[in-house]
């Protein structure tokens, strides 16, 4: 079984390799075009695609998954349209393939300039979200690279359905059809396979569990874009209006629980803590959320608050749980986070416009906000049509990874003759 693996991924390998090297030429109507159809085939499967995901649901319900992986796993009717406005999105994003920038006169006068080109083949790694399957589709389509696709066994049914009408709207616009590959099986030995074929591979994306990413980042001999978890924080600061913090911090953590970009802890300045924290703890209260709280918070609300251990300030809980610690001053929030945080993302609350830009400099994460919910922290939101990961690492992409990601600069060199002296 093992040799089957390894030959059925070669094969994938390859003909992902071909596929690549025809996008890499292809015209931004060519690469629309594709993404037009494969919209259209997206439609006349929307039954087919709810229906395998309702069979997913069911498994996933039978094997006792957790409340996040079903809530990710969850296709519905409207997650299905966000799905199609994503696509959309992407077609009316501008091409970067081919665009050539710094252009400059060297003294020997050849002229000397960046060109953005498609990293070739991406390997996706990724659990329970099927949406998923479509959001890195279309996103390596538009950058001109060829995707090979590995979902979660719980998402198998979904994720072949949603294959199969990429599949159809690629055949009808006359792209190459291994341009977009979803792995047809659920054996570990493939992912096994995909992280290590250097030679068909350029760029792994793993997105799930931080187990899964470790492994992927251990094992894996291809570049890795990814982030181990999203412990977010968001600090309500001294100077804070709280009628903007109360709202930011409920949504902040209860708007969906089960992504990276939900708020883990709450960080509030002691100077407003007596006033904030009966006034957010009653909103959730509302939401049966779960608070974890260090010695003060305890006294300030009571005995609702279970006492923070140490492994809380680094949990990333992915559910109605929160860790709440008053801290004195910016200082001791941003040391809190650089320490415990997962560098995703962190959000001030203030009105001290020179403590937020303080704040900006000096928290190392990939967003960092002022006065804005950490839930924005995503590649629709920030314009970029959708994303095929967030990325916490500091070389090559950092924070949600759109087209540009996808993308690499080559040296062009224009002369007319010139030789080298």
Partial sequence: MQESIEQYMQTVGLQARKASR??????????????????TALQNSETAILAANQVDM???????????LLDRLELTPTRFKGMLQGLKDVIGLTD???EITDMAFRPSGIQLGKMRVPLGVVGMIYESRPN???????????????I???????????NQAIAEAIQHGLKAAGVPEHAVQVINTADRAAVGQLITMSEYVDVIVPRGGKGLIERITNDARVPVIKHLDGNCHVFVEAQADLQKALPIALNAKTHRYGVCNAMETLLVDDNVAEEFLPRIAELYAEKKVELRGCAVTQRILGSSVIAA???????????????VKVVSGLDEAIEHINKYGSHHTDSIITENFSLARQFLARVDSSSVMINASTRFADGFEYGLGAEIGISTDKIHARGPVGLEGLTSQKWVVFGDGQIRQ
Wanted: without cysteine.
């Fill in 132 to 146: 998923v399957t479509l959001e890195a589709a279309s996103l390596a389509l538009k950058s001109g690279n060829a």
């Fill in 309 to 323: 251990t140490e492994e809380d300030w680094y949990t990333e809980y992915l559910g109605p749980i929160l860790a």
């Fill in 58 to 68: 069911t498994k996933a319900h039978n094997n006792n998954l957790d409340s996040a």
């Fill in 148 to 158: 090979i696709l590995r979902g979660g066994s719980e998402a198998l049914e979904s």
């Fill in 22 to 39: 025809v996008l890499a030429g292809a015209s931004t109507q060519t690469k629309n075009n594709a993404l037009s159809a494969i919209y």
């Fill in 96 to 98: 970067p393939i081919g």
